[in-house]
């Protein structure tokens, strides 16, 4: 699997964009990239998952540059809702053993 | 559609003490994946079934845990004597059959909370 790192923390206010970029430089060719979120007191949920380029959903964007060697999830006018852990995981469908690592704590303020 | 649902959410128990946790899974998902977090650790697998049988156990710490997916539907964890490192968060997941090449999505419940005192 391949290893991920992105930042411990970050802080936002309501209405702003929120970007979590995770570093994943040893990606192999057949992986995706796959983020999770959790809020407190609950089990992760999936929330975006690309290969390369640009996916969006109702949720969140993630961009991912020709090199795949980094990925950005995009939160777009955070609320205090999305007061969560954000998990960036990388692997291939014979991955079945999720990796989470600390993720990244984003704490939305008003 | 109802999703993957833990039993009991909170549990409180001493050591030495039988604790059994219970997941239903996803109706379909063949795939049910057990993990768990204790205190300021990481999120870490445990085992994995795939309809009755067990694929990989190699995440369980140690033999006082057993799982077990009688009928490919529900699963239990027995922690049989707990200890006070047993204390933690327990999560189940499942997820549907294997893709030919993007992951899968999992599913997770909300955990089940173990105090071992």
């Known amino acids: 699997l391949a290893k991920t790192t992105q930042p411990i923390s970050m802080d936002s206010y309501e209405g702003q964009e929120v970007n979590i970029t995770c570093s994943h430089n040893?990606?192999?060719?057949?992986?995706?990239i796959t983020w999770y979120q959790q809020f407190p007191s609950q089990g992760p949920r999936f929330i975006i998952q690309?290969?390369?380029t640009k996916v969006t959903n109702e949720v969140a964007s993630l961009f991912i540059p020709a090199d795949r060697k980094s990925s950005t999830l995009s939160l777009p006018r955070v609320s205090l809702s999305d007061t969560a852990v954000y998990y960036c995981?990388?692997?291939?469908?014979?991955?079945?053993?999720?990796?989470f690592g600390a993720g990244t704590t984003v704490t939305v303020r008003a | 559609e109802a999703g993957v649902t833990q039993f009991p959410s909170h549990s409180v128990i001493e050591k030495g003490q039988t604790v059994t946790l219970r997941c239903d899974p996803i109706s379909g998902h063949d795939n049910l994946y057990w993990y768990r977090r204790v205190m300021g650790k990481e999120i870490k697998f445990l085992l994995h079934?795939?309809?009755?049988?067990?694929?990989?156990e190699s995440g369980m710490p140690n033999n006082r845990f057993l799982a077990e997916r009688t009928g490919g539907t529900y699963s239990t964890l027995k922690v049989q004597p707990a200890e006070l490192e047993d204390s933690g968060v327990y999560f189940c997941?499942?997820?549907?059959?294997?893709?030919?090449?993007?992951?899968?999505?999992?599913?997770f419940g909300q955990g089940t909370r173990l105090t071992v005192v």
């Open positions: 690309g290969y390369k």
């Open positions: 995981l990388v692997g291939d469908n014979d991955d079945y053993k999720l990796s």
């Open positions: 997941a499942s997820s549907q059959e294997r893709r030919r090449t993007r992951p899968t999505e999992a599913f």
């Open positions: 040893n990606i192999a060719t057949n992986d995706y």
């Open positions: 079934f795939v309809k009755e049988s067990k694929q990989d």
